[in-house]
């Protein structure tokens, strides 16, 4: 193993970072009659006491000015065949929703449907880190379809998750 300094310009970092598999999630509101959200790849369950996840947004982002201040948000976990869905929320410019199917909660929140979990939440608190805000926000409801496989994202690419049978040995 080599270890070298981290360059300046981030791209050794994105391509470490890029090692490591995380879900695709979807933040939604509705916003002046009208769906607004983006894509999150940095989802992470906080805590179960109080109920807490977290997502990190750039600091760069003008979406998450329009939702932060929403009274609810819907998280979505996007499942392995969201993919266009994940690129549809993560456009710069342009209809986000276009070709994705979602649902409006009464609370505003907006989910995306066919996903593989679903949290109604609020924002609980913002901690600044570096280019990045870390989001915490608090579960209010949630809804789960378990054997509903997500999306993966890895090496810069949406991946699917692979079942691995392991033998088992029954004279233990």
């Given at each position: 193993?080599?270890?070298?300094?981290?360059?300046?310009?981030?791209?050794?970092?994105?391509?470490?970072?890029?090692?490591?598999?995380?879900?695709?999630?979807?933040?939604?509101?509705?916003?002046?009659?009208?769906?607004?959200?983006?894509?999150?790849?940095?989802?992470?369950p906080?805590?179960?006491?109080p109920?807490?996840?977290?997502?990190?947004?750039?600091?760069?982002?003008?979406?998450?000015?329009?939702?932060?201040?929403?009274?609810?948000?819907?998280?979505s976990?996007?499942?392995?065949?969201?993919?266009?869905?994940?690129?549809?929320?993560?456009?710069?410019v342009?209809?986000?929703?276009?070709?994705?199917?979602?649902?409006?909660?009464?609370?505003?929140?907006?989910?995306?449907?066919?996903?593989?979990?679903?949290?109604?939440c609020?924002?609980?608190?913002?901690?600044?880190?570096?280019?990045h805000?870390?989001?915490?926000?608090?579960?209010?409801?949630?809804?789960?379809?378990?054997?509903?496989?997500?999306l993966?994202?890895?090496?810069?690419?949406?991946?699917?998750?692979?079942?691995?049978?392991?033998e088992?040995?029954?004279?233990?």
């Amino acid at each position: 193993m080599e270890l070298r300094d981290c360059p300046a310009d981030g791209t050794e970092l994105r391509r470490a970072f890029g090692c490591f598999p995380s879900g695709v999630t979807a933040v939604c509101a509705i916003i002046d009659g009208e769906p607004v959200g983006m894509a999150a790849s940095s989802f992470t369950p906080v805590s179960i006491d109080p109920p807490l996840a977290s997502i990190c947004v750039q600091n760069t982002s003008t979406t998450w000015p329009r939702l932060r201040n929403q009274p609810r948000l819907g998280l979505s976990v996007l499942a392995e065949d969201h993919t266009e869905a994940a690129i549809s929320l993560s456009r710069k410019v342009g209809d986000r929703f276009a070709g994705v199917s979602w649902a409006e909660l009464p609370s505003g929140g907006v989910f995306v449907d066919g996903a593989s979990a679903w949290w109604d939440c609020r924002v609980y608190a913002e901690v600044g880190a570096g280019d990045h805000t870390i989001v915490l926000l608090e579960i209010c409801a949630l809804g789960a379809a378990p054997s509903t496989p997500p999306l993966v994202f890895h090496g810069s690419r949406f991946r699917r998750l692979a079942m691995v049978m392991e033998e088992r040995n029954e004279d233990h």
